[in-house]
């Protein structure tokens, strides 16, 4: 089944065309009922805000919850992974609308504006070890969002450092000199939660294809896990 690409804003093209090049088909979605035909979804990067009235236009917020709750395949890059997060540091009781399921506080603008735009190498040793080749991958961050917090269940993989008087007071270290303005601290800028995959900057825009392919590699894990999952042994007593 083909992947699908939320397509209502942003950079669903440039998914599109990564995964062509993996020999893939990414399918655009605008609709609920579009989700029904396909097996995984890429949600791009944009704009947040603008891509969530237009999902809500489309009354896409439910199916979207619903594809999410059924554990299947779902990435979020930038603007993706702000939907895909349980909650928006700083957001005000009705604020923006979440697709929510990825459990993490996800700060919208971390990086800045579109002036602070940047490219980094990150270090993601998952890449070297399921994608094989280097462990760095080239990080194109624009108007970026960072991961301030996540729950137990969900694996850091990627992070990077910035100055621990960027971070908001609650996320500074206890001592004083973890506060000073020379302190160094982190934040997480790639994530996975069993079927969710967040990274905050923008693998589509590079001709890098490894993060497309770790997304295609967990859809085919989580698949065998569900199939194994329901085997039941000829010998077992009653069947
Ligand atoms: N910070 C942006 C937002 O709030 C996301 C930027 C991006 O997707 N490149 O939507």
């Known amino acids: 089944m083909a992947v699908g690409v939320l397509a209502l804003q942003g950079s669903f093209n440039e998914h599109i065309a990564a995964l062509r090049r993996l020999g893939v088909m990414g399918v655009e979605v605008r609709k609920p009922e579009?989700?029904?035909?396909?097996?995984?979804?890429?949600?791009?990067?944009?704009?947040?805000?603008?891509m969530a009235k237009l999902a809500e236009y489309h009354n896409l917020f439910p199916a979207l919850r619903e594809f999410v709750k059924l554990g299947k395949p779902v990435w979020g890059t930038c603007a993706g992974l702000i939907f895909l997060a349980n909650k928006a540091y700083g957001q005000k009781e009705g604020g923006q609308e979440l697709v929510g399921g990825l459990d993490c506080t996800v700060?919208?603008?971390?990086?800045?504006?579109?002036?602070?735009?940047?490219?980094?190498?990150?270090?993601?040793?998952?890449?070297?070890?399921?994608?094989?080749?280097?462990?760095?991958?080239?990080?194109?961050f624009i108007r970026a969002p960072a991961v301030l917090e996540v729950g137990p269940g969900v694996e850091v993989l990627a992070d990077y450092p910035v100055l621990a008087n960027k971070l908001p007071d609650q996320y500074r270290g206890p001592e004083p000199d973890e506060q000073s303005s020379?302190?160094?601290?982190?934040?997480?800028?790639?994530?996975?939660?069993?079927?969710?995959?967040?990274?905050?900057?923008?693998?589509?825009?590079?001709?890098?294809?490894?993060?497309?392919?770790?997304?295609?590699?967990?859809?085919?894990?989580l698949d065998e896990g569900s199939s194994k999952a329901i085997i039941i042994p000829s010998t077992y007593p009653g069947f």
Request: proline share 4%; hydrophobic share 35%.
């Open 182 to 221: 020379a302190a160094t601290s982190k934040v997480i800028v790639a994530v996975r939660q069993k079927n969710l995959l967040g990274t905050a900057f923008h693998p589509e825009l590079t001709a890098d294809t490894r993060w497309h392919s770790y997304f295609l590699k967990m859809g085919s894990e």
């Open 107 to 140: 700060h919208r603008n971390f990086f800045g504006s579109q002036l602070q735009s940047f490219e980094t190498e990150l270090v993601v040793p998952d890449l070297a070890s399921k994608e094989g080749g280097p462990e760095t991958f080239r990080g194109v």
């Open 34 to 50: 579009q989700l029904d035909g396909v097996a995984s979804l890429i949600i791009p990067g944009g704009e947040s805000t603008t």
